[in-house]
């Protein structure tokens, strides 16, 4: 899509929201990758969101999660809410953080339950937060209730960051774009490609176009089958900040 459309698409947000969508360069359009092996293992430690989301994850193997962050220094590990109050106290005094994920993965909760949820992530210690889009709306275009949906989990959150996944394997072009634009005047400080749960994970194509939507105003995360080092560095090189991954280890160990 070219950057003509993307405004015609941006001034229709604008008029069916009533608000402006203000642009200000906060990302790198492109991370600068280094070359020297562990300048390049630190670099992609600090991308990755360490990442166990499964239905079944035990205790153990929280614990696990949790001491690997700490021993790759990697950014942060991710969970889901039951879990956010045990790694905020095993990562005390520890560099990773805290994040988790809401409304996950369907996305399909009423927009009180996901703030609440936030709320309550962010008094457990969660610092970021990973919010599945209202997919189903966006499709409809209800562009105010997603609009509403993501603006709730950013005023829960505040002072941290909100990442709206919008699970792009059910997406047009046009609704990709209009998630992300949505994304950006509700407030969200990174768009996401996917959950990992869907039908498709995280391509370069979505990346650059999501790159392309929100410039350098808004961080971007690349999630989904994502699990080798040369998959982290192509998504980097489309334009993706941060990553999401169940194989930090191996990527960053080059195993």
């Not at 490609?193 to 790159?211: P, Q, Y």
């Not at 999401?244 to 990527?251: A, E, H, N």
Request: a negative charge; charged letters at 30%; hydrophobic letters at 40%.
């Amino acid at each position: 899509m070219d950057r003509l459309e993307i405004e015609k698409w941006k001034q229709k947000v604008e008029d069916e929201l009533g608000v402006e969508i203000k642009e200000k360069e906060r990302f790198p359009l492109q991370e600068e990758i280094p070359a020297q092996e562990e300048k390049l293992v630190g670099f992609l430690a600090q991308c990755i969101d360490h990442t166990l989301l499964r239905a079944y994850a035990t205790r153990e193997e929280i614990e696990k999660l949790c001491q690997e962050a700490k021993e790759w220094n990697f950014r942060g590990v991710i969970v889901n809410p039951f879990y956010v109050s045990l790694c905020h106290r095993l990562l005390e005094g520890a560099n990773p953080i805290v994040e988790v994920v809401v409304g996950f993965p369907l996305g399909q909760s009423k927009p009180e339950v996901k703030a609440r949820e936030a709320r309550e992530a962010f008094q457990d210690g969660a610092k970021e937060a990973d919010m599945v889009i209202n997919i189903g709306a966006l499709k409809d275009s209800e562009w105010r209730l997603v609009y509403e949906d993501i603006l709730g989990v950013v005023e829960e959150m505040f002072p941290g960051l909100v990442k709206v996944i919008l699970e792009n394997c059910y997406l047009t072009e046009e609704e990709k774009v209009v998630g992300c634009l949505i994304s950006q005047a509700a407030g969200a400080q990174f768009v996401k490609t996917s959950t990992g749960f869907g039908i498709g994970g995280a391509t370069g194509e979505d990346v650059k176009l999501m790159r392309q939507v929100v410039g350098g105003s808004m961080g971007i995360k690349a999630a989904g089958g994502i699990r080798s080092r040369e998959d982290v560095l192509r998504m980097i090189q489309a334009g993706a900040n941060r990553i999401g991954t169940s194989s930090g280890v191996s990527i960053v160990s080059g195993n």
